[in-house]
Nanobody, 113 residues
Framework: QVQLVESGGGLVQAGGSLRLSCAAS????????MAWYRQAPGKQRDRVAT???????NYADSVKGRFSVSRDNAKSTMYLQMNSLKPEETAVYYC???????WGQGTQVTVSS
């Protein structure tokens, strides 16, 4: 079965950084375009970044220049480096196979002011 396990979240002060990981299994990771989403309390789940099978990345305008998505196909793992974090980016962060209804449990990111 498809499994996606997010990790690396936590509490960070505004302006700080976190690196999230998404460990994937149950499918051929190297052939799967991937994405990061986030969902704040009471809000919809929004796409943060995507990355193609050959590591071409796209970002939401709100995170361009601050976030960086990468992948290690040999390790079946995707990463999200988040810098200069803002309190409004407090959310549960999820990874997924782009365009598919596969989700991990999410990892909580809390940015304090």
């Amino acid at each position: 079965q498809v499994q996606l396990v997010e990790s690396g979240g936590g509490l960070v002060q505004a302006g700080g950084s976190l690196r999230l990981s998404c460990a994937a299994s149950g499918f051929v990771f190297s052939l799967a375009p991937m994405a990061w989403y986030r969902q704040a309390p009471g809000k919809q789940r929004d796409r943060v970044a995507t990355i193609s099978t050959n590591s071409i990345a796209n970002y939401a305008d709100s995170v361009k220049g601050r976030f960086s998505v990468s992948r290690d196909n040999a390790k079946s793992t995707m990463y999200l480096q988040m810098n200069s974090l803002k309190p409004e980016e407090t959310a549960v962060y999820y990874c997924t196979v782009l365009g598919r209804d596969y989700w991990g449990q999410g990892t909580q990111v809390t940015v304090s002011s």
